[in-house]
């Protein structure tokens, strides 16, 4: 089965390539992307290619689907930011979401159109029961987005993560199927 495109008003949602090297390091070379992203900055474009070769083989095994998020109204098809349902588990109908958007592309509303879409397709077409995410207390507009998803905190998790040089706490987050807003087509 051909990886799905999800198209929104804006932007288009597409198989990550290996072609996206230089833009996967432009994205998550930079520090204020990787803060509180879970793995540390990439150093070099090599470690984007391994980056995306690993994310390749993830979406083969179906336990995940992570897309690159370009502008539709851009002719150069460059990669603005990712956004992915990571941890499939098929048995219990469930994943976590995960986003990023370049800074220079931040304050669009681009992170929560592409989140909403995946959200849409977890539910709709993977027919998950839920979906959970997670973020760093400090990382407020994320917190303000799975907000307005519809997610609902359910916990916080002390010094969860090692990253940046600190231990970093956790904002645990979920929504079931039951309480997403279906948008109306």
């Not at 990439?42 to 984007?48: F, N, V």
């Not at 995960?98 to 709709?124: K, M």
């Amino acid at each position: 089965m051909p990886f799905p495109v999800l198209d929104t008003a804006r932007l288009r949602l597409r198989p990550i390539t290996s072609d996206d090297v230089e833009d996967v390091f432009a994205l998550f070379g930079r520090d204020d992307v990787t803060r509180y992203w879970g793995f540390a900055r990439l150093e070099s474009e090599s470690a984007a290619a391994d980056l995306i070769e690993s994310i390749l083989s993830e979406c083969r095994t179906g336990r995940l689907f992570e897309w690159g998020v370009v502008e539709r109204s851009s002719t150069q098809d460059r990669l603005i930011g990712t956004c992915a349902l990571c941890d499939v588990h098929p048995l219990h109908a469930r994943a976590d979401l995960g986003f990023a958007v370049h800074p220079d592309f931040q304050n669009r509303g681009y992170a929560g159109e592409a989140a909403s879409a995946v959200v849409e397709y977890g539910f709709r077409q993977l027919d998950l029961h839920r979906l959970t995410a997670d973020a760093d207390p400090r990382n407020e507009p994320s917190l303000r987005l799975l907000r307005r998803l519809g997610f609902r905190e359910e916990g916080h998790v002390r010094e969860h993560y090692w990253q940046s040089d600190e231990w970093q706490d956790g904002i645990l987050f979920g929504l079931l199927a039951s309480e997403w807003a279906v948008p109306q087509d």
